[in-house]
Every structure is written in C-alpha cells, then in structure tokens.
C-alpha cells in the first residue's frame, strides 16, 4: 500500500475497488476466460459408410469444459473419450461419453473435464451404405464452463426432462401408455432348457456333432469336445426355435466357459444361430476364433459380419477376451432393427441396423470345431443356455377352413391352439413342416366316430411351418398363430 492507501500489485499496477448498492467498496476481481479451440480434434474429412476419424489427444489441465460441435449430410455417432494418457490404450483406464447426430441436425454437446487428457472419435453410421458429403467437427476447451442447458422454457424456467432410463443403454427409457399406465413387457422362455443328471435329452436338443467330437452331459453342465480326430465338430442345437413375434425383442442368454484361451485352428460359438454342418446361416452370436474374440451378425447368402475386440463400442470398453476357465453370462437382445450383446450384464456392444439376419426365429446354438486338419483336444462348457420373448406368448390367432386336400397354413414359427372337425369319414394330418412330411404334430382319424368329432385344443409352437393333409371331404377348421 502506497502513503495515500492505495493498493499496487508487484509491478506497481493499482489494484481498483468496486462500490456496491450498501456504498460499500470491494476489491476488484475479474476471470480471464481463454478459450482453446482444438486442431487435434477437428475434421471437415468425409467418411465412407462405417468409417471413422479418431484425434489425437489434447492436453486438459487448466480446463474445466469441453465443448463438442458435429454436424454431417449422414447419421453420425460421435464419442469424447477421457483418459489418464496420450494413446488412450487401456480401455478400463477411458471414460467415453458418446451421442448420436442425425444427417443434417447439427449438433452439440458441452462436457465437464474429468482426465488429464481427451480425443473425438466419430463414425458414419447410415444405414444405407452412403458417404457424408458434408461433416465437419470440431472442439473447444475452456477455463469455465455452464454444463446446463442452451436455453430455458418458454415461460423462463429451467428445462428439466426426468425419465426412467436404463444404466447399460442410456437411450432407453420406461414408456407410460396413453392410459397412464405403465408399459411393461413380461419375459416367456420359448427354447433351452437346464442340463440336469447325465442322459441327454433328445426332445429338447439335437446333437449333430461330427468327426468324433462329442457333447456329454453330467452334473448340470454340457461338455462340448473336439477330442482328437482331424476337423472334429461338437454341436449342440435346441431342437425347436424360438418364435418371433413383431413388436417383442427376443433375449438370448448363456452361462458358458471358454476352458482354454483362444487356440489356432478352433472356432467356438454360442448365440441363437441357425446352420448346416460348419456353415452358419442366420443370427446373432459370440465367437472365439484362434485367439481373436468377437460378435457377430448373419445373413444367409451374405457373409457374417463380425466386430473384434478393440472395436467393442459398450460400456465395458473397445476391448474384451474371454479369461480362461471361466464362467461368463453371455446375452444377445435382438430385434429387426438393433441387437445388443452383454457379458455378466455390462454392455459389451451395440448395433442400429435393419435386416441383420434373414429371420429371428431362431435356436439355441452352440459349436466346437477344429479347423486346418486340427488334431487338438479344445473344450467349451455350458451350464445353461435359452431364448426368450420379452413380450405377451400369446398373439391374436387367426383361422381357416379346409374341406380336403393339401394346404399350407404358415410359412415359420407359430401356435397350434385348436382343430375343429365337421365331418367323421377321414382323417386329418398336421405337420411342422411347409411341405406335407417331416414332424408330425397330430394324426386325427375322424372315421372311427358316428358323430362329429367337434374341438379339439392344441395349444402346441411349431417352429418351420403348419402343413394340413385332409382326406376325403372332412372339413376343419383350424385355429393358429
């Protein structure tokens, strides 16, 4: 303080005094607000359908906000990754927050600074193949920072939007009907079923193991071996399908352990999968390939697609492999728009995309196989395995009347409920099957009554097809789903 009370700063500089409503004085303070925008994380680069563009990190001691622009002519998915280095290689050591652009919204977010460092990852996400033409993003940094939202009501208040919403999937929400109520959606099991004692059971599940691998059962658990035989094949499949339904997802869940890490020339997988032999043809599934682990989709006639580990876009992070002998839940929801695979609950990845399999009638698959004339003994474990309807089991059926003849009733999975018989002079087939032969569900002889033989409930899933053979004039009419 100088002889005349004022206050200098080291270099001399008067510090001022500010008086307020009271007249009383306050000394002046003032934040110097520097904002840093980043050329690391800035692209106006296009990207081809499923491309991505990945900045380098940039430095945020000093920094208290991170603020995010996007805007592209395709859907894009943007994430902001945190982390405690530079290269960002340790996928438990990264907090990533991520939104999803449409094309032509332009976007924005603003992020509070939690790690010593950050990056921009963004990936074109359209549905239809297409490239953007436009995109540009970019990032800021900044000292101070209001996280709250860019504008209020329109009668001046602070908007607030409270939701029940999912911690694994942030974008699902509870649904309130237009009753008030709430929507929920009841879980059936549909295919799969527990491993108890030692003997197989042949009506729940089919073997179609190949060159001597082999698949036994003992104390609640299957064993699935390739054993010692050049190429061999365990398989093990539900041997019903589990029926889709629109309007209900289908949840896929196993208990299985890996046994051993991934080994060169074996191949082991679970989901719910349809395929002949080594060939997979429909479905959604987890795979150990060598040493490589994935998830995959499947459409038959097309080639699988598959997303490795280090491109895992979950909550668990870019990269997950399974630790030998260890029991793993593994769970794959699936729907004609969107699949979403889970290990002990924790998101493992997430995909928005339609017609990821010719059909979502599926079963219960799970395969050990040796590849290259490989000889080793590989093992792969379950304890339990099954599809279910997260939905009503029950949809409204619709009927039909046939006086004789052959005819098909539904082409895929469905319900049996009854069977109503006009006449006693045939006799009545009914085959799970789009052809008349293969399984049959019943075999009515109408012939052996004097009267009509009237109703008779079912209640019975067929899995491929209804198939109705009649002879002679009876006439039915048959009740199904």
Known sequence: MSLFG????????????????????????????????????????????????????????????????????????????????????????????????????PCSRTYTSVSPYYRIRVVNIDLDGEATTKLVTATGMTPIINTLPRSLSPQGNLQ?????????????????????????????????????????????????SLRDGTVT?????????????????AKYTTVNKARFVAGSAQLFTAAVNFVTTGSIDNIRRVGAYTSTGSVVEDGFFFELSGSTFSIATKRSGSAAVKVDSGDFNG????????????????????????????????????????HKSNTLTLPVTLENENVNDSVAPIGFDCVGAYIARQGEITTN????????????????????????????????IIYDNTVAGGKIITDLDTSQGTEPLGSVEFDIPFSDGLTIVITDDVGVTVVYE
């Open 6 to 105: 004022v206050i200098r700063d080291v270099d001399g500089n008067p510090i001022h005094a500010a008086q307020d409503a009271d007249g009383d004085y306050h000394l002046c303070t003032a934040a110097i607000q520097e904002i840093i925008t980043s050329t690391n994380n800035f692209t106006t680069a296009n990207l081809a359908s499923g491309a991505s563009f990945t900045g380098s990190a940039d430095e945020t001691l000093g920094i208290n906000g991170i603020q995010v622009y996007h805007a592209a002519d395709q859907d894009c998915t943007v994430y902001l990754d945190q982390g405690i280095d530079n290269t960002f290689a340790s996928s438990s050591q990264t907090i990533t927050d991520s939104f999803i652009c449409l094309a032509n919204e």
């Open 160 to 208: 607030v939007v409270a939701s029940l919403r999912g911690d694994e999937n942030y974008d699902r929400h509870a649904w309130i009907n237009p009753t008030s109520e709430l929507a929920v959606s009841p879980v059936y099991r549909m295919v799969g079923t527990a491993f108890g004692g030692v003997v197989k059971d042949p009506n729940f599940w089919t073997d179609d």
């Open 217 to 233: 059962q003992d104390g609640g658990e299957i064993e699935l071996n390739t054993n010692t035989t050049a190429n061999g094949q």
């Open 315 to 354: 909550n668990i992070g870019q990269n997950f492999v399974p630790v030998a002998d260890t029991y793993y839940k593994l769970s794959v929801e699936f729907t004609p728009l969107s699949a979403f695979w889970y290990v002990d609950d924790s998101l493992l990845h997430k995909i928005k995309a339609a």
């Open 397 to 428: 059926p619709i009927s039909k009347y046939i006086l004789t003849g052959t005819e098909v009733l539904k082409y895929g999975a469905g319900v049996l409920r009854r069977i109503i018989v006009s006449d006693n002079i045939g006799g009545v």
